[in-house]
């Protein structure tokens, strides 16, 4: 987040595009990374060239998005949302958190399945395009939300602000081909790939940056 927005890499999939197979399909996965991914990133870097918004970090960009245009907004926040969203899922779901965040979990939402079940309607009931969250709060605690389009709850927009750990992508391209219509398959499913190892890294850099 602290890297300018002019030195951002695009940066490569942290597994094979069948790795998720057979929650998430091989064909969406390439798609999804070299051509959706890829254009956001693109049309990022085409967006700020030769302005003062390359020479931002990309922290500041977001947390600061509403001074800038909606090209921006919309592409920036594609950029940083999935990048999260590769960075969060494995062949090797462990099934649940561990220690400080599973204890967080649970004291905010009384059990593991009950946060699941918080997020998934979150993720459910999002109307069209958009992502479901989990965040760190400024005071500490976790928090769950949704955002339209591609916007995220870094950005001085968002209706629920936060540090996000979790993120699931819920525009049809992340999931049409194989699930069609039915979304809560989708989400469902994205339960078995959940790279909590890597979510609760997060969740412990968030809260010492608080
Ligand atoms: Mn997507």
Redesign the pocket.
Known sequence: MDTLVKNLIFPSLPYAYNALEPYVDATTMEI?YTK??KAYFDNLQNAVKDTEMADQTFGDLLRNISRYPTVVRNNGG?HY??QL?WSILTSKGSGEPTGDLMDALVKKYNSFEEFKKVFSDAAKSRFGSGWAWLVVKKDGTPGVSSTPNQDNPLMDVADCKGLPILGL?V?E??YYLKYQNRRPDYVEAFWSVVNWEQVSKYYSDAIKSL
Do not use: P, R, V
């Open positions: 999804h959706h991914h594609g949302n999935h969203f992508d525009w391209h992340a």
